[in-house]
């Protein structure tokens, strides 16, 4: 169950509201000696007093593969497919406020071919392919980003090890014309792993950008990437996480855009059976460091956060209750726009049993 006083998080539609969303939740795992498959599949039915146009049905899946074919070789899948809304999913953050909810079905899949060279050095080709459609609306806009890419790992020590990788992408709006985006892009990623309670990665690299348009409008840029996470467990009570990203992305403006994301984690657990967590989250589409990074990018810049405190208590083996806060902030630069969200939410979960066997 959850309030929001602005659920759409806009500045001239504000929507104050309760609503109800059930989420059933499923995960299929079969392992083997030299194989793993597993699908987690979610499925989120939303509903809005008094704003039952917002409703949704919604379905979120996730597929991820691995086979051995030798010692040595093995082929990797992962896949994605999301049937979602504009007010539940926060991963487009576009140059605009958005009066309405807006349906869309996004999915994507990413096969990759892994070989190990030596006992500390593999190479993995991989490939992906990424279609999102929005539906009823003309303030999004259709794309397709799909590429292939190339790692090179090499095992410094049991603790360290350092990536290469080198990439190409392109990205096509569904726009009139036949404009579309070229990346090439590489990192240089660095990894360390001191026990299972710390780990820590990042990575440098560049990305050389073609924008073609019609015939003499074509433009370049070249911009850095960067890439960091770490995974920290302070205590037997107390972990904590972070990750930075300042990438190119595509976007549903029907551009492709430089976005930087930060993510906070912190999780306490104040007795055994109840535990205090720290989500914050913070999105904006600033160039910072690439060749773009002047006056005329803050045409369309937007900035989001999310903040979201939440304490839950384990009721028994099965039963699970969480109370949170959420606080939302969306800022545009172009014309000076901002907008606030205030929420509230209670979830209450119920674990169904495991079901185990083996033999098959």
């Known amino acids: 169950m959850l309030y929001s006083d602005n659920l759409l998080l806009s500045r001239d539609r504000e929507i104050e509201t309760v609503g109800f969303i059930t989420t059933p939740a499923l995960l299929l795992e079969r392992n083997s000696p030299t194989s793993h498959i597993g ?46 809304t504009t007010i539940k999913n926060e991963q487009d953050i576009t140059g605009r406020f958005l009066d309405d909810s807006i349906e869309f079905v996004s999915w994507n899949v990413a096969p990759g071919f892994a070989y190990r060279l030596t006992p500390v050095d593999e190479m993995v080709v991989r490939a992906n392919y990424r279609e999102t459609t ?4 003309d303030e999004k806009t259709d794309y397709q980003y799909f590429g292939p890419a190339m790692d090179f790992r090499h ?21 009139p014309g036949t404009d579309y985006t070229d990346t090439i892009s590489t990192l240089f990623s660095y990894s360390y ?16 950008s073609i924008e073609h348009q019609d015939p003499g409008q074509d433009s370049d840029d070249v911009g850095f990437r960067l890439k960091f996470n770490m995974n920290y467990d302070l205590s037997d009570q107390t972990s904590v996480r972070a990750s930075l990203s300042h990438d190119n992305e595509p976007s549903g403006d029907g551009d492709q855009v430089v976005r930087n994301r930060v993510v906070l984690g ?12 720290l989500d914050i ?19 369309g810049t937007s900035r989001y956060t999310s903040v979201r405190p939440a304490i839950a208590w384990d009721l028994t083996d099965d039963w699970s209750l969480e109370a949170s ?26 674990d169904l049993p495991t079901w185990a066997g083996t033999g098959f």
Do not use: W
């Open 281 to 299: 989250d913070y999105t904006d589409n600033v160039d910072i460091i690439g060749s773009e990074a002047d006056a005329t990018s803050d045409e």
């Open 193 to 208: 792993r001191s026990s299972e309670r710390f780990s820590i990665n990042g990575g440098l690299g560049v990305a050389y």
């Open 325 to 350: 806060y959420r606080f939302r902030y969306r800022l545009f630069d172009d014309d000076g726009g901002d907008a606030m969200s205030n929420s509230v939410f209670l979830t209450l979960q119920y």
């Open 39 to 84: 699908l987690d599949a979610r499925f989120e039915f939303a509903e809005y007093i008094d704003h039952s146009d917002f409703n949704s049905q919604d379905q979120l899946l996730n597929l991820q593969m691995d086979q051995a074919l030798s010692e040595r070789a093995a082929f990797r899948l992962s896949g994605a497919f999301t049937h979602d």
């Open 266 to 277: 912190l999780n306490h657990k104040l007795t055994p059976l109840t535990t205090a967590r």
């Open 155 to 175: 095992q410094l020590n049991e603790l360290e090890a350092v990536t290469a990788t080198i990439g190409a992408t392109r990205f096509i709006p569904d726009e």
């Open 134 to 137: 929005y539906y009823d609306t």
